[in-house]
């Protein structure tokens, strides 16, 4: 890799997405094992290192959850808007609305979960906020339960906004609920998939919600961007409007279930990357709160891995599920719409019980040694194949992420970045350059990228 007239080698260890840039002689002296012993302790705590001895990966990564502390409690399946690239395929054509049994079976379950000290109860749906008595009634109850289980609660609603009112305002204040409004950037590109059942664009509406909570002192809890061919071309606009709005976006590519199968709204290969390197770079040159970039640049830059669904394995029946109106269960809310993924109904067995079934047990194992693709990627212990993206693209989940290419164009990137900023401006330096200190042992690749 050159960056501004300077050869660079990145060694990569792919299980664990640890990786360091050495200069020509460094990687001559490193294949020939003469590297001087600072340069070989930089390699040992970037965990590049075969020769240390006694390292455990535990000490890298913890071990992840075994069970949820994140439930999605989809109250209704009902909603005002008929998204063009709905993964549920919500609509007011919908019935069922959660009521307080399967709520009650919920909470109680949820706060019984062991090795949870904290338990985060999401509305979605449809629209949650057209079923605002359910939102209620699981605010109240779980408060009152918490205590018994010495657990601490939490809440948060994602919403289009639309029906926000004084009654909305009330609901969120007096139980701390947290709320995201869902938009695609400015009224143009919102309008281009946010729209009614008669097309008519909900941008305008949309807004009025948004002004109506600041002005009652609500924030917003920023806002998930869905990228796709209505607006993947604008991604300096898209970052100048939330930004101007001051409201934290995360832009992530389209969901490949549901309406997303008859509209084909998603981004062809590479301009989700092409639209990511135009985010980060108007990003930072404003200082925009942009979610996504940080979720990347802590995965290539730090050992951390907190994103659950950049990681392997992936959060889906560990830290979190979504139960529907009814209380079937599903692993997260990405298969809240696909029957296939229903791990029971809450009212006739326990989490726990289903958990334990040998089908939800291999998916919550599901690592990239199990995907053909991932497995030979130098990148797999930055990223993690979604598991209902690739089930709707390709009808399994073992098949590579749906948007790997650009992935796998947008960590070279990052890594290109960091070299920019701190390896290539000292050209003096013959120290080999490393990010953080946590060591195992695992054999490392080595290549030019």
Same mark, same amino acid.
């Given at each position: ?34 590297? &001087? ?9 970037r965990q590049l290192n075969q020769t240390k001895e006694g390292r455990q990966v535990a000490l890298l990564f913890p071990k992840p959850a075994n069970y949820p502390s ?6 209704t399946m009902r909603c005002n808007l008929f998204c063009k690239y709905c993964f549920a395929e919500c609509g007011p054509q919908r019935t069922g609305d959660m009521g ?83 938009? &695609? ?181 599901r690592v990239a040694a199990d995907i053909p693709l991932c497995r030979q990627c130098l990148f797999q212990g930055m990223c993690c194949s979604c598991i209902y993206s ?10 590579? &992420? ?48």
């Open positions: 890799m050159k960056v501004k007239g300077r050869k660079f080698y990145i060694l990569i260890n792919p299980y664990l997405g640890s990786w360091v840039a050495l200069t020509e002689k460094e990687f001559k002296d490193y294949k020939k094992d003469h590297l &001087d012993s600072l340069a070989a302790e930089n390699l040992y705590l994140v439930v999605v409690m989809n109250v307080e049994k399967v709520i009650k079976e919920i909470v109680d379950q949820m706060l019984e979960m062991p090795e949870t000290k904290k338990v985060t109860f999401e509305f979605q749906g449809g629209e949650p906020l057209l079923n605002p008595k359910a939102i209620e009634f699981c605010a109240q109850y779980a408060i009152k339960q918490a205590p018994k289980y010495g657990k601490e609660v939490a809440f948060r609603v994602e919403s289009n906004g639309i029906l926000v009112n004084e009654q909305i305002v009330k609901l969120l204040k007096k139980y701390k609920i947290k709320i995201g409004i869902s938009l &695609d950037g400015p009224e143009k590109l919102t309008n281009g998939a946010r729209v009614y059942a008669d097309g008519r664009g909900a941008f305008q509406d949309i807004w009025k919600g948004i002004k109506f909570l600041r002005k009652n002192g609500i924030p917003i809890d920023g806002s998930v961007c869905t990228i796709g061919k209505h607006n993947v071309k604008h991604p300096k606009e898209i970052v100048d409007f939330f930004h101007q709005a001051k409201i934290g976006f995360k832009p992530r590519p389209v969901n490949i279930l549901g309406r997303e199968l008859t509209n084909n709204m998603a981004p062809e290969d590479n301009d989700w990357y092409k639209c990511f390197v135009k985010m980060y770079h108007r990003s930072k040159e404003i200082k925009a709160v942009n979610f996504s970039i940080h979720i990347f640049e802590e995965n290539v830059y730090t050992p951390v891995r907190d994103y659950i669904c950049l990681r392997y394995p992936c959060g889906a029946a560990r830290e979190i599920i979504s139960v529907n109106p009814n209380g079937d269960v599903f692993p997260c809310d990405g298969f809240k719409g696909v029957p296939e993924f229903k791990m029971g109904n809450i009212l006739n067995e326990s989490v726990i019980e289903m958990l334990q079934k040998p089908w939800v047990n291999k998916l919550r194992n690739c089930y709707g693209a390709f009808n399994d989940i073992y098949r590579e &992420d749906p948007s790997h290419n650009d992935r796998y164009k947008i960590f070279i990137f990052l890594i290109r970045e960091w070299l920019k900023k701190n390896l290539a401006k000292d050209s003096k330096s013959k120290k080999s350059k490393h990010l953080n200190k946590k060591s195992h042992n695992i054999p490392t690749s080595y290549g030019r990228v």
